[in-house]
């Protein structure tokens, strides 16, 4: 089945140290979005792909960096993680606007960081 | 820029009640909203999306909503319950010409009691 796939599920890092999460998709997408999640909360948006194009959120913290090498995979590196940084990080898919407007995004289920 | 707002932290309902989880949308031009479901520790699965069209939009697992305009609203329902229907449900929105731009509500937590 085509689908959106995060590794790993659970990652621990420690303070200051940098990690690396990554998203492969199958389903031939050109948008690949990076969310943060934290405690049920609603996903908030860090930055997104559109195609090679790199969108950041005005928001989203310098120490939040991401690569996308090919349309298939897509990679959120935090340089230096704070305890603040614990949460879940969800990656997600949409098709570009070329085949409708109104696309839903498709998520992975999500890498959960630790921080010690 | 586009919101939605979810006004019911906690939704609890009897296995086999009808159910609702409200949501209300504010956007400039047409909406495309969004219902998601999260069980706990995976990503967020997508049950419906209005468009355009009929107001009242049937998605996956018996869930439906019905667009109100004049009320900005969304809301999700089932006729019928289920036990295995409780997670947590965030209705979203982006706008004409913006899709990429989803905006989630705070979610709310469906419990649903044998």
């Known amino acids: 089945d085509a689908m959106v796939i995060q590794n790993p599920r659970y990652q621990v890092t420690q303070f200051g140290k940098p990690v690396t999460l990554s998203c492969s998709q199958t389903?031939?997408?050109?948008?690949m979005y990076w969310y943060q999640q934290k405690s049920s909360q609603a996903p908030k948006l860090l930055f997104h792909y559109y195609d090679k194009d790199f969108n950041n959120e005005a928001d989203t913290p310098d120490n939040f960096q991401s690569r996308r090498p090919n349309t298939s995979f897509c990679f959120l590196d935090i340089r230096s993680p704070g305890l603040g940084d614990a949460a879940m990080y969800l990656c997600a898919t949409s098709r570009d606007l070329t085949t409708g407007e109104g696309q839903p995004q498709h998520f992975g289920d999500g890498t959960r960081l630790s921080i010690l | 820029a586009q919101s939605v707002a979810q006004p019911e932290d906690q939704v609890n309902v009897a296995e086999g009640n009808p159910l609702t989880v409200k949501c209300t949308y504010s956007?400039?031009?047409?909406?495309?909203l969004f219902w998601y479901v999260q069980y706990p520790n995976r990503g967020l699965q997508f049950l419906l999306k209005?468009?355009?069209?009929?107001?009242l939009v049937k998605g996956s697992y018996g869930f439906e909503a019905e667009f109100n305009k004049s009320q900005t609203s969304f809301h999700l329902k089932k006729p019928s319950a289920l036990v295995s229907d409780s997670a947590l449900y965030f209705c979203?929105?982006?706008?004409?010409?913006?899709?990429?731009?989803?905006?989630f509500g705070a979610g709310t937590r469906l419990t649903v009691k044998p």
């Open positions: 956007v400039s031009g047409n909406p495309y």
């Open positions: 389903l031939n997408h050109n948008v």
């Open positions: 979203a929105v982006t706008r004409r010409g913006n899709n990429n731009d989803m905006r």
């Open positions: 209005y468009i355009t069209g009929d107001n």
